[in-house]
């Protein structure tokens, strides 16, 4: 690589960053398995895939959500030597439901600056250790003076934001609940799937009450499982592959944690890490642009409500594109083929195994019955967490 000097300091030039692997487990209650051992299956994948031993491996990129879950503090050390980080530089990132992608453009940033030519990135969640409940997890976010008083929880204030969303744009509750058909269709083409099931509107409308708007089957399931990918430097990629898939392009931004100084009917958030990753990856107009999509998905009024904020469907018009079939495995812009959160499972971070590693698996035609049926070449995947905050952004392509 080519190296600046000014001043007695030493730069590297930006090079590109190509994926060259990737790997999941089978999500779903696991109680077998720690989140080391959990990591470790997912990396022996993504290095099989690749042609790599863990020895070619120079750094590796964990994410993981709160140390709540796996009942220990500092997590990140703990999952060290499960996700190959022994004896090498190696760092934990963390924004919630946001790590799924962060932690895949904290790889990008690694190589991209020349810091390594080879990069391991792995997502970890186990969930189940949480006890009574994951959700009693998050007890402890919220504003202590001004949220906590109320006693709120996730489900409680994504009921508040699926009801603005639908009151502004006077969306039916029908037209979201054919996002969790299609997502939960698509699922059953997945071997690591959770909740992959033919269900109906009907079924749906007539699921237990959670907080209405929101119903059982309008919610991604909690989950345990990890999924790694690898991220390389040109010259490393020209050596495993004559088909990598590029970084083109990579977005993040956090509104404020007070959500109610928000109007929550629009992810402001992820359209503004959305405009960040489009202007690095040149993409101007991302609805006649992007062939892929992966949006994050824990209900189904977030894929339309992401969609949105990702430029991909106007304010508003995101159900109607999901109601004419665009969004289909086969439609003009399929979304979430791999079935997302919602049919796949949620286990936080690890969700990266259905955003970042299923969009490289769509860009490289290597997702077997999943493959969209258009001819891909840009895609972009994306994800949200925290207190309705943070927006991740990546923009990958087979054309460098």
């Not at 993409?283 to 994050?296: L, M, W």
């Amino acid at each position: 690589m080519e190296v600046e000097r000014i001043s007695g300091l030493k730069f590297h030039k930006k090079q590109d960053v190509a994926i060259v692997g990737a790997g999941m487990t089978t999500w779903k209650r696991r109680l077998n398995e720690t989140g080391k051992e959990l990591s470790y299956l997912a990396v022996k994948q993504a290095l099989e895939e690749a042609g790599l031993e863990i020895g070619d491996i120079e750094m590796v990129v964990m994410g993981s959500a709160p140390d709540t879950f796996d009942g220990l503090h500092m997590k990140g050390e703990y999952l060290l030597d499960g996700s190959g980080g022994s004896d090498r530089p190696y760092m934990r990132v963390f924004v919630g439901g946001g790590t799924g992608v962060f932690a895949p453009i904290a790889g990008y940033w690694h190589v991209a600056s020349g810091l390594a030519d080879v990069c391991l990135v792995v997502c970890e969640e186990k969930m189940s250790s949480c006890h009574p409940h994951p959700q009693s997890g998050f007890k402890y976010i919220w504003d202590p003076i001004l949220d906590r008083p109320l006693n709120p929880n996730l489900i409680w204030i994504f009921a508040l934001e699926m009801r603005r969303y639908m009151h502004v744009h006077n969306i039916k509750h029908e037209d979201i609940a054919l996002v969790s058909v299609k997502n939960k269709a698509n699922a059953l083409d997945h071997p690591c799937a959770q909740v992959a099931e033919k269900i109906t509107v009907e079924d749906v409308l007539n699921s237990e009450p959670m907080a209405l708007p929101v119903r059982r089957l309008d919610v991604s399931p909690p989950s345990d499982g990890a999924a790694a990918l690898i991220m390389v430097a040109p010259h490393i990629a020209r050596q495993l592959t004559d088909n990598p898939v590029w970084v083109t392009g990579v977005g993040w931004a956090l509104d404020t944690t007070m959500w109610t100084n928000r109007d929550l009917y629009f992810p402001r958030y992820v359209a503004e890490a959305a405009k960040m990753a489009y202007r690095m990856a040149h993409i101007t107009d991302p609805r006649k642009e992007i062939d892929v999509a992966e949006p994050y998905d824990p209900f189904d009024y977030k894929e339309l409500h992401h969609m949105e904020g990702l430029g991909l469907a106007k304010k508003g018009e995101a159900p109607i594109l999901t109601r004419e079939g665009v969004t289909a495995r086969d439609g003009d812009l399929p979304t979430c083929p791999s079935g997302g959160l919602l049919g796949v499972g949620n286990p936080i971070a690890a969700t990266m195994g259905v955003k970042a590693c299923e969009l490289y698996w769509q860009l490289a035609y290597r997702a077997g019955k999943r493959q969209v049926a258009k001819e891909v070449t840009n895609g972009v995947c994306q994800a949200w967490g925290d207190l309705m905050q943070v927006g991740t952004v990546m923009v990958m392509s087979n054309k460098r």
